[in-house]
Every structure is written in C-alpha cells, then in structure tokens.
DNA sequence: TCACAAAAGTGACGAAACGTCAATTTGCAT
DNA sequence: ATGCAAATTGACGTTTCGTCACTTTTGTGA
C-alpha cells in the first residue's frame, strides 16, 4: 500500500476514499436532505418519489438504486435521528453523578434534539402534518436497549428499585415523546422546563413533579 | 304521524331511518372493516384504494364518496377507535371513588381496549407492520381534552399537587400508549400488570412503581 | 299507484406515479 | 491508455389514481 498513486498525473488521491463510495453517500444524503424537505411541504402522504427526486440532481432511476419506496426513505430519515441521538444519550449516561442526573440529562439532551430537529425542516413549522408516524428502525430499537440497559444499571446497583425495567424504558420514552411534542406547541418550547417536568414524575411520580399549572 | 304506513301492503317502515341513510352508513362501515383488514394484510403503504374496496360490493368510483383517500380511511378508522374509547374512559371518571382509583380505572380500560381492538384483525397479528402511525383525528383530540379535564379537576380538588395539567395528560397518554404496546407485545398480556405499574409510576414514581422486573 | 327529481352507484377513461431496464457514462485497476 | 464493473439515465410499459357521464335507487307528492 505503499506505492498508491505512484505512477498518476494528475489524480489527488489523497483520502482514503474512493470518489465512487464518496458520490454513493453524497447521492444518499442528498435525497434524504430534498425528502425531508419535501415531506416538510407536501405532508408525507402527498409526497411522491419524483417530487423528492425532483429536489436532486438525480434522474428518477437512480432513486431506486438507493431505496425501494419512499416509504423505506422514511424510515431512513428517522433511523438517522435515532443514529445521531444514541451517542447523544450515551455521553449523558457516561457523565451522569447519579441516577437522578442520568434521567435529567437524558431527557434535557432528547428534547434539546427535536427542538433542533424540527427548526431545520422547511418554512411550515407550525403547519405540520398532523400525521406522526414513528417506527422501528434498528437504531431506534438500538435506543430503546440503550434506555433500557442504562435502568437495568441503575436497578442492580440499588439507585433504583427493582421495577419491570421493560415498562419502565417504555414510559420514560412515552413521556419523553409526548411531553416533547407539548413542549414544541408550546412558544418558545421551554427544554428545562420539560425535562424537570419528565424527570420528576418518573423519579417521584405526581409528589414529585414540578408545580405550576 | 299517526297513520304511517296505513296504505301499505309489504312496507314495514317501523323505523324512523330512511334506507338511503341506512345503506350510507352500511358502506361506509363497509369500507371501514374492508380497509381494516386489507391494512393488516398488506401493511398500510402497500394496501391501495382498489385492495380496499375490493373488500366490498361497492366500485371504485363509491370509494369517493366517502373517503378522499386512504389516508382519511386511516384516519376516520383512528378517529372511531377513539370514539368508542371514549364513554368507556367516561365512565371509569364517574364510577372513580378516588384519584388513585380513577387512574387505575382509567390505565385498565385502555389497556383492555387496545388488547380488544387488536385481537380482531386478520390472522397476521404478531407480523404487524413496524409502522405505528399516530394522528390527531377530532375523537382523538377529545380523548386528549377529556384526560386533561380530569386531572384538572383532580388538581382543582386537592387530590393532585399543583402541576402543569397539560404535560401530565401527554405524560398519561405517552406512558399508556407505550406500556400498552410493550404489554402487547408480551404473551399473555397482563392488563392488571400493565395499569398497576402505570398507575404506581404516576402516582408515586418509582417508588410507587410495582416491584419484581 | 305512479311519475319524477334528487341522491347514490357504476366502471371506463385520461392522468399521474410507479418501477424497470437497455443503453450510456463514470470510476478504478491493470 | 484500455477494459471492466458499477452507477446513472430517462424512456417505457404497468399500476393506481380520481373523475365523470351515465344508470340505478330512493324518497316524495300528485
């Protein structure tokens, strides 16, 4: 491997990247970046392949060799969030003193990410399709574990006690959720507010969340 | 209104609904069961207008007079499971001898609706598509106003601390979708489990939360 | 009872979107 | 440079869509 690109003229093959692999990402991105803002526009439902096609410099073909349906972009765009969130919740956990500032950061770094989320999408912020869709991609399964083994943590080292942590994942990511998406009606979303919110009820159910209605 | 039908000789028209109303809402309900079915098998992207109203005696052209799409199908299918939730959610808020009890009541009435709703689709139930599509339909938005009422109320009474009534309700809701998905999931799935954990992680957090994971 | 108007159903048709594929271009290695 | 594999392209046949002129059904009042 020592003598790559000896003998060329004018190639700068510097990275270690080929321009196949890297036009083969660029294309992905482009498509996932012209589809969330199509989805933005026209609502998910009315969108069509060549709309989100249309939003590249791609020919209607070459979707295809990139996803089956728009449906699978879908997914993709979420599966994506779900990527760039788990190191994230990861980081959160690593630094976390205790449980309490586990649970808080957590929920302070997952409503911080869909505030920053859902500023990027097109003009329409407000007039957002009512339809949320949410699914099952691998990352987000991944989250789910992540969430899940981080309270099976807690519950054997005794900061918790010893409740189904399956549930427990489950409600903390519903409340996460819903709590969210109230947060992001809400001018300006208030994230600490939200989250003390979030990790108060879980911590010490009613008696514990904050007051004021 | 006496003498109606006096004249006849094979009317029965005891009722006081005409039959165009009565075949109008037959076929709705008939598409509404055809698109139930045909979601379950095919998946909701997959399934098409035509799939649909194959399921009936209806053409084509029938489909739109009722439904624009089949996303508003999808929706108005949303919409009456809310409907129908509703009362029953009613009632467990007037048979409540206490917050606790409503809580209760409540968390197990739903956990026993979604067990309900999804026994009766097609065969295929575990091979459910991954997507999970959540929306606001009216009925839904009710069902949303009615649970924050009550919690209002119950913070109005004195049986609830003083907290923001709006995310406690999406708190309720996010933790009762979750877990309840999470029961489904298991098998068989435990309602009573399922709404003692919701209702102890509200009630108390996780302190209040039933013990043994 | 009958005729007639309004309402609802029907399916064929043009338009739109889909997904494929043979031809072409691009990237990489010899 | 040259050849091969991989990727792109857009035209094309197919599928689904949504409409609309026409038929059938229902309610009404003479």
Redesign the pocket.
């Given at each position: 491997m020592s003598h790559l690109g000896q003998g060329m003229s004018e190639t700068a093959n510097v990275e270690p990247i080929?321009?196949?692999?890297k036009?083969?990402v660029a294309?992905r991105q482009a498509i996932l970046v012209a589809a969330r803002q199509v989805f933005a526009e026209l609502g998910y439902e009315a969108a069509?392949?060549?709309d989100i096609i249309r939003g590249t410099?791609?020919?209607?073909?070459?979707f295809?060799?990139y996803f089956k349906?728009?449906e699978e972009v879908f997914d993709a765009l979420a599966d994506d969030g779900a990527r760039r969130f788990r190191p994230i919740l990861r980081m959160a956990r690593e630094n976390a003193k205790s449980f309490e500032d586990y649970l808080h950061s957590a929920f302070v770094a997952y409503m911080h990410f869909i505030v920053q989320d859902n500023q990027l999408e097109g003009r329409p912020i407000q007039e957002r399709r009512p339809h949320i869709i949410r699914m099952d991609t691998p990352e987000m399964t991944a989250v789910y574990q992540e969430v899940r083994q981080s309270l099976e943590d807690a519950i054997a080292h005794g900061d918790a006690p010893r409740v189904d942590a399956d549930y427990l994942a489950c409600a903390c990511i519903g409340i996460a959720q819903e709590v969210g998406s109230a947060m992001l009606r809400r001018s300006p979303p208030d994230i600490d507010a939200a989250a003390d919110f979030a990790t108060g009820l879980i911590l010490k159910g009613l008696v514990g969340a904050p007051r004021q209605g």
């Open positions: 080929g321009k196949r692999e036009t083969k294309n069509t392949v060549r410099e791609l020919a209607s073909g070459t295809y060799n349906s728009k």
